[in-house]
């Protein structure tokens, strides 16, 4: 057993973050400014999206896209079981009806022909969930959306530095499509909390800058800069899901060390693949798809409970107590009592989430991992699977 704590997650900040944010703290301007700006381009530099809009939370990111859509209460939005509450909570604080299709049990990304067949007259929108980090197939995505005139919000929480077919994951050439980043302390890149909307289209990226403060015709730069002018109109009702400038200088610092917390993501990813390719009791990820890149957030094996003594949440445990934290990325949405008793979902609706949901646990990853890190959680899954095999 490792004598100190090994945590799930842990995010690595460097001194010109914290550097940067002293100089933040001193300038006294702290919320949305310049430095919110800085990190936008930056953003849209890296995708390639012609607007980027900075927020407080990727939750915020999706609520906002769908109000900017005009999503309310008259439609539907379909999106996937096996996802994280925020997902679904957007859609419904828009008013609108969450709709949920099942996924495929291999890739755990959202089965497009399932989604085909709850797609109705009210359909307006659909939120694929590129799941740890694998794209989701967006050419099916996509064709289905132009077949039915809808709207794709992706939820990229997981997903930053991913790639479909040589594409980013955030890149946008359809006016109809947002795509939305985290910057959660465990995702690819942090900004303690925060999050990123990618899209191509200036009306509704002006409208999503709007809705995120307030509905007012001028943010407090604009107004506060020396050349700025007090008076503003509201134009719409909006929200207070602004970034601050403290967040966006964190996010310009780690955006420089992106590509190397992706590289030791992936580099930990193929150490565990080598070490767990023959390990009874353990379903691996598939193979990434030729002409795909996974951005890894999450390495995500399934605790195969057929050849094992033991649940997963029983192995969860049992790595506690190896001093190794792991984590539960997802239960299936349905499964909540909230989401089940408002709409009438129950266990068996959304066969393949449930396999999943029932069986995969999150491995350690994240860049700040050593090799002898690494070895010590190979070490403890290996032990407690060989003592609890059938």
Known sequence: MRKTFLPFAKPAIA?????????CLRSGWLTTGPKT???EEVFKDFTGSDYAIAVNSATAGLHTALLSLGINASHEVITTPLTFAATI???????????????????????????????TSRTKAIIPVHFAGRPCDMGAIEALAEKHNLYIIEDAAHALGAEYQGKKIGYVNDRR??????????????????????????????????IRQHGMSKGAWKRYAAKGKTHYDILIPGLKYNMMDIQAVIGISQMKQLSAFNSRREEIVAEYGRAFQETDGLILPPEVLSGDVHAWHIFTPLIDTDRLKITRD??????????IGVALHYQALHLFSYYGQTY??????????????????????????????????ITA??????EERR
């Not at 609108?96 to 099942?102: E, H, M, Y």
């Not at 029983?314 to 001093?323: A, S, V």
Request: net charge negative; aromatic share 8%; hydrophobic share 40%.
């Open 381 to 386: 899954v290996k032990k407690i699977l060989h």
């Open 89 to 119: 909570n957007a859609i419904i604080m828009t008013g609108a009806k969450p709709v949920l299709a099942d996924i495929d049990r291999k890739t755990f990304n959202i089965d497009c022909d399932d989604m085909a067949k709850r797609i």
């Open 177 to 210: 499509k947002i795509v939305v980043f985290s910057f959660h302390p465990t995702k690819n890149i942090t900004t303690g909390e925060g999050g990123m909307a990618c899209l191509n289209d200036e009306e509704t990226a002006e409208r999503m800058s709007i």
């Open 15 to 23: 001194d010109d973050a914290i550097k940067g944010v002293e100089e």
């Open 314 to 323: 029983e192995f969860m445990k049992r790595m506690g107590e190896e001093n």
């Open 344 to 377: 009438g979902w129950n266990r068996g609706d959304y066969s393949h989430a449930e396999y999943v949901s029932d069986r995969i646990v999150s491995l350690p990853l994240f860049p700040a991992m050593t090799d002898e890190d690494v070895d010590d959680v």
């Open 37 to 39: 700006i800085e990190f």
